[in-house]
């Protein structure tokens, strides 16, 4: 996400981080309202309702007509509406992660159950233990599965050779591959699936 949304975002979020502000948003979905109604349904001072106001035009999620010597405000549904388009969607959402290492939590847990340097393909790599979290489980075999070529089909005893050279328990990893859709095996042949 480009900084300027980023910006955007957050100060939307903190905008809206609190609860009257919530209300006062609540409130002006549904009709206009001056600051002195407001205050009334509230029961907050009138100078607090209309700090809270400020903060909320300036992202223009409030919009301001004047009515004799009073001021009406209603909530700018195009705005909240624009700021959903440009911003919550699950791409932009998603985009949010750029600058963040999102596979630092996996390079982690391959550090914690593979013994040998990770970067060195020449030295021995061998799985310490099969982890029992499923979800660290499925990084080990990503990484197990890296072994094997894609393309190729293996025999079942080149699969066990692939494996016994990082874990001994190659019946297990080889079954916990298939299962976790990281290989397939059609007649005793074993090959790898691509990853989406």
Request: proline share 4%; charged share 30%.
């Amino acid at each position: 996400m480009k900084n300027e949304k980023f910006q955007i975002l957050l100060r939307f979020f903190k905008v809206l981080a609190d609860e009257s502000r919530l209300k006062i948003v609540g409130i002006l979905a549904n009709q206009e309202c001056s600051v002195e109604e407001l205050a009334a349904l509230l029961q907050l001072k009138e100078p607090t309702i209309s700090h809270h106001l400020s903060r909320l035009k300036e992202l223009s999620l409030v919009r301001m007509r004047p009515d004799g010597n009073a001021h009406l405000y209603q909530l700018d549904n195009d705005a909240l509406q624009a700021i959903s388009k440009e911003i919550f969607t699950p791409e932009k959402i998603a985009s949010l992660v750029e600058n963040v290492n999102t596979e630092a939590w996996e390079n982690k847990v391959l550090k914690t159950y593979i013994e040998g340097d990770l970067q060195n393909s020449q030295e021995p790599q061998i799985i310490k233990e099969i982890p029992a979290s499923r979800k660290k489980r499925f990084v080990i075999l990503k990484w197990l599965v890296s072994k094997f070529d894609i393309g190729v089909n293996y025999p079942e005893r080149a699969v066990n050779e692939i494996i016994k050279r990082h874990h001994p328990d190659s019946a297990t990893l080889r079954r916990e591959l298939v299962g976790y859709q990281l290989m397939n095996r059609v007649e005793g042949v074993y090959y790898r699936i691509l990853q989406k």
